[in-house]
T-cell receptor
Framework: QKEVEQDPGPLSVPEGAIVSLNCTYSNSAFQYFMWYRQYSRKGPELLMY????GNKEDGRFTAQVDKSSKYISLFIRDSQPSDSATYLC??????????FGAGTRLTVKP | EADIYQTPRYLVIGTGKKITLECSQTMGHDKMYWYQQDPGMELHLIHY???????EKGDLSSESTVSRIRTEHFPLTLESARPSHTSQYLC????????????FGPGTRLTVT
């Protein structure tokens, strides 16, 4: 079993929809949780990170962490075609144990 | 915005050739990484470095080698390229303090014919 599980999708939604992307994990030592966005043929770019449980909002993006369930989510409100990309979750508890999810491919249709 | 650079961005090369993929960062990060990523697939860590003169192999076995002579520079070398090496190679760097987020370069897409 992988330490981080992420539904690969693909996920297709109409413009303006609310998107929910999720990851589960098994390592209780993870404390820092990140979301990356990767456009086709580009490197991943850091969207946002959270520490421990709770919510963090940045514009149309909200990251949510539930450590008791070992479950993290990224919500995208008012999704735009420019949000079409692969979204990777990542998590760490120390400098040496960053783990990435496999990524969920999202398409937002105009 | 992350300042991490990779060259070349695209490389098509014949079997048996020696290649070096360049990676440089201007953020002063001690930790650097190389990942391999096939299209639509997950990232696989192939090498990492804690700092100058430090290199370690990652989770995925790779025939490539790396060096770290300067903090900002972390090149990856393939002595004899093969078609199985065709992939995208991503370089990243990070701080030692939390949340340990990694910043990625744009990647080098390598095709070995």
């Amino acid at each position: 079993q992988k330490e981080v599980e992420q539904d690969p999708g693909p996920l297709s939604v109409p413009e303006g929809a609310i998107v929910s992307l999720n990851c589960t994990y098994s390592n209780s030592a993870f404390q820092y949780f990140m979301w990356y966005r990767q456009y086709s043929r580009k490197g991943p770019e850091l969207l946002m990170y959270t520490y421990s449980s709770g919510n963090k909002e940045d514009g149309r993006f909200t990251a949510q962490v539930d450590k008791s369930s070992k479950y993290i989510s990224l919500f995208i409100r008012d999704s735009q075609p420019s949000d079409s990309a692969t979204y990777l979750c990542a998590m760490s508890g120390s400098p040496n144990d960053m783990r990435f999810g496999a990524g969920t491919r999202l398409t937002v249709k105009p | 915005e992350a300042d991490i650079y990779q060259t070349p961005r695209y490389l098509v090369i014949g079997t048996g050739k020696k290649i070096t993929l360049e990676c440089s960062q201007t953020m002063g990060h001690d930790k650097m990484y190389w990942y391999q990523q096939d299209p639509g697939m997950e990232l696989h860590l192939i090498h990492y470095s804690y700092g100058v003169n430090s290199t370690e192999k990652g989770d995925l076995s790779s025939e490539s080698t790396v060096s770290r002579i300067r903090t900002e520079h972390f090149p990856l070398t393939l002595e004899s390229a093969r078609p199985s090496h065709t992939s995208q190679y991503l370089c990243a760097s990070s701080e030692y303090f939390p949340p340990y987020e990694q910043y990625f370069g744009p990647g080098t897409r390598l095709t070995v014919t």
